[in-house]
């Protein structure tokens, strides 16, 4: 796996977003993320059912706390994590050193377009990372190939925006409006929450068995309201950038007190919904 990669037109803008502010965020922050997604990595690897010996793909795979699961879980193999980043692979890299993963292994690419070896793998995984492809239809068809019959993909991807309170909060009170659904097919958090169109994709990618099991977990943003708006503010800044500082500041104060009103004993959480989907090649 190349530490350089080749991407394809459709996946510029992403490419240059998580190779840029936003990827170097995440991988300033990766145990935040980790956290927030820490109630769904149960079933998410349980449902990748990793075999001792097998080689595992993770698309998307970020600061790469999902390489390492797939990797402790197949000690005879090896897992492969593969993202746009080249700050978060460093860091997935360094991890896994720091923590004695010695058969897992990173490199910056474009999985819609990388030249897999056919039938490489025996299980590609992906943690919320698969919703960014420029061509979904063209990337799952790429990962097809890259499994070997009978082989098994897992995804964790976010259902639709109304049954996901983070979203609403987040640009209900920053953007002051509710942020339009992506388009079925173009990249964004939300691109595969139609099961009908996920269904579809990934059958006409040459998948089989397509299922997908609804999932609901309180997400973590931070310890307090003061500590989780600073998370936020981090990540999505962008949205009140251009205001007045009035205005910005108004909107600022709006979000801090709605996480006030999340918190908690295990911090500020906010409710999410997601699909855990499975499937083999055929």
Same mark, same amino acid.
């Not at 980043?85 to 292994?105: H, L, Q």
């Given at each position: 796996m190349t530490t350089t990669a080749h991407v394809d037109p459709t996946n510029r803008e992403q490419a240059q977003a998580w190779d840029g502010t936003e990827g170097e965020y995440? +991988? *300033?922050?990766?145990?935040?993320?980790? /956290?927030?997604? !820490?109630?769904?990595?149960?079933?998410?690897?349980?449902? &990748?059912d990793i075999g001792p010996g097998d080689r595992v793909l993770d698309v998307g795979c970020g600061t790469g706390l999902t390489t390492r699961t797939a990797a402790? &879980?197949?000690? @005879?193999g090896e897992a492969w994590g593969?993202?746009?980043? +080249?700050?978060?692979? $460093?860091? !997935?890299?360094? /991890? +896994? $050193?720091? $923590? #004695?993963? /010695?058969? *897992?292994?990173? @490199?910056?690419a474009d999985a819609q377009v990388h030249p897999f070896v056919t039938a490489e793998f025996d299980g590609v995984i992906s943690r919320t990372g698969s919703m960014f492809f420029g061509r979904p239809d063209v990337a799952f068809a790429n990962l097809a190939r890259a499994l070997r019959p009978g082989g098994r993909l897992t995804l964790l991807t976010w259902q639709p925006a109304d049954r996901n309170e983070w979203i609403g909060v987040f640009a209900g009170t920053l953007a002051g409006r509710e942020l339009p659904p992506s388009p079925l097919g173009s990249p964004g958090p939300f691109s595969l929450s139609d099961p009908d169109h996920v269904?579809?994709?990934?059958? @006409? *990618? @040459?998948f089989t068995a397509v299922a997908l099991d609804g999932l609901a977990e309180p997400e973590v943003y #931070?310890?307090? !309201?003061?500590?989780a708006l600073a998370f936020v503010l981090g990540l999505l800044g962008?949205?009140? !950038?251009?205001l007045t500082p009035a205005e910005r500041d108004r909107r600022v104060e709006a979000l801090h007190r709605t996480l006030a009103a999340h918190e908690g004993p295990d911090g500020v959480t906010l409710g999410s919904a997601a699909w855990l989907v499975t499937a083999r090649r055929g």
């Open positions: 995440w +991988a *300033a922050h990766p145990d935040r993320f980790d /956290t927030a997604l !820490a109630r769904y990595q149960p079933a998410f690897h349980a449902a &990748a402790r &879980a197949a000690p @005879g593969v993202d746009l980043s +080249a700050r978060m692979i $460093e860091v !997935a890299r360094a /991890t +896994a $050193e720091a $923590e #004695g993963v /010695t058969n *897992a292994r990173f @490199g910056r269904r579809d994709v990934l059958t @006409g *990618a @040459g #931070g310890r307090d !309201a003061d500590d962008w949205m009140v !950038a251009d």
